[in-house]
């Protein structure tokens, strides 16, 4: 029903910037995207939120990522950014993108996830 396709994962410095991107692909025009974000996991960790953002603009980030990332969409498209300036090595993780499906049901779906390496 929905596709995800992440993009624009890398190998950087501390202080580098990346930007990922995540096109949707949505199979039937009756389905409808609500949020759609950002999630990250590192090695032995649990997939924590890193920035979410709906369909109406509202976002949401990790205390952790605050005033580094910027998350953006295109309705349009379906598409979802994260502009990730000032990283650290702690940033390191696979990034996911994540979309929720609000109708005509509730569903939840997943990128296969971009790997992200900082290094100091």
């Known amino acids: 029903q929905v596709q995800l396709v992440e993009s624009g994962g890398g190998l950087v410095q501390a202080e580098g910037t990346l930007r990922l991107s995540c096109a949707g692909t949505?199979?039937?025009?009756?389905?409808?995207?609500?949020?759609m974000g950002w999630y990250r996991q590192a090695p032995g960790s649990q997939r924590d939120m890193v920035a979410t953002i709906t369909s109406s603009g509202s976002t949401n980030y990790a205390d952790s990522v605050k005033g580094r990332f910027t998350i953006s969409r295109d309705n349009a498209k379906n598409t979802v950014y994260l502009q990730m300036n000032s990283l650290k090595p702690e940033d390191t993780a696979v990034y996911y993108c994540?979309?929720?499906?609000?109708?005509?049901?509730?569903?939840?779906?997943w990128g296969q996830g971009t790997q992200v390496t900082v290094s100091s």
């Open positions: 994540y979309a929720r499906q609000v109708r005509p049901y509730e569903a939840r779906y």
């Open positions: 949505i199979s039937r025009s009756l389905f409808t995207i609500d949020t």
